[in-house]
T-cell receptor, first 114, second 115 residues
Framework: DAKTTQPNSMESNEEEPVHLPCNHSTISGTDYIHWYRQLPSQGPEYVIHGLTSNVNNRMASLAIAEDRKSSTLILHRATLRDAAVYYC???????????????FGQGTILTVHP | EPEVTQTPSHQVTQMGQEVILRCVPISNHLYFYWYRQILGQKVEFLVSFYNNEISEKSEIFDDQFSVERPDGSNFTLKIRSTKLEDSAMYFCASNTKRKYQETQYFGPGTRLLVL
């Protein structure tokens, strides 16, 4: 699986935007970029995913570089509930879908200050 | 919103004992997974299961581990003879194969402590 690199930790203040970077310089053309997060003492939770174009959903936005070697997860207004470990994961594309195991790295620990 | 459920939430067992961890995936999902997370470490893939058979397994998933979908709703992970190093949080997950619905949903986990 292609590797992703994320900062170990980041901090933010409540109600401010947060930009969580991820480098994936060895991404292949068929890899989807997925983001999951893990709140304290909970299972991982899907946040967003994309292939080439920027994506928005009710939780976050995903900005994907034109060369796809990096991406940024954007939380528009961080809340205390967004304090979690955020994982950037590449998933193999097979037949137009990207099912299969998730390979987690260490992720970025996001701390949100009131 | 549908969710993956797991029982028990906590399990304490003696080394060498068998444990069965249970999961109820989301009802229309076709792919099922087990992951584990040792305290303070990253989430690790154990096994994936589709069409009543294992589709992929990791090096961790040795002969002491087995999975089963006994009745069309439950998905179980059995550890035959637990070791101290099996102490971890075990997460079940599921997803559907349908295009654009690729989200993998995780359960809340079972915390296993082997003494």
């Amino acid at each position: 699986d292609a590797k992703t690199t994320q900062p170990n930790s980041m901090e933010s203040n409540e109600e401010e935007p947060v930009h969580l970077p991820c480098n994936h310089s060895t991404i292949s053309g068929t890899d989807y970029i997925h983001w999951y997060r893990q709140l304290p003492s909970q299972g991982p939770e899907y946040v967003i995913h994309g292939l080439t174009s920027n994506v928005n959903n009710r939780m976050a936005s995903l900005a994907i570089a034109e060369d796809r070697k990096s991406s940024t997860l954007i939380l528009h207004r961080a809340t205390l509930r967004d304090a979690a470990v955020y994982y950037c994961i590449l998933r193999r594309n097979a037949g137009g879908t990207s099912y299969g195991k998730l390979t987690f790295g260490q992720g970025t620990i996001l701390t949100v200050h009131p | 919103e549908p969710e993956v459920t797991q029982t028990p939430s906590h399990q304490v067992t003696q080394m060498g004992q068998e444990v069965i961890l249970r999961c109820v995936p989301i009802s229309n999902h076709l792919y099922f997974y087990w992951y584990r997370q040792i305290l303070g470490q990253k989430v690790e893939f154990l096994v994936s299961f589709y069409n009543n058979e294992i589709s992929e397994k990791s090096e961790i998933f040795d002969d002491q581990f087995s999975v089963e979908r006994p009745d069309g709703s439950n998905f179980t992970l059995k550890i035959r003879s637990t070791k101290l190093e099996d102490s971890a949080m075990y997460f079940c997950a599921s997803n559907t194969k349908r295009k654009y619905q690729e989200t993998q949903y995780f359960g809340p986990g079972t915390r296993l402590l082997v003494l």
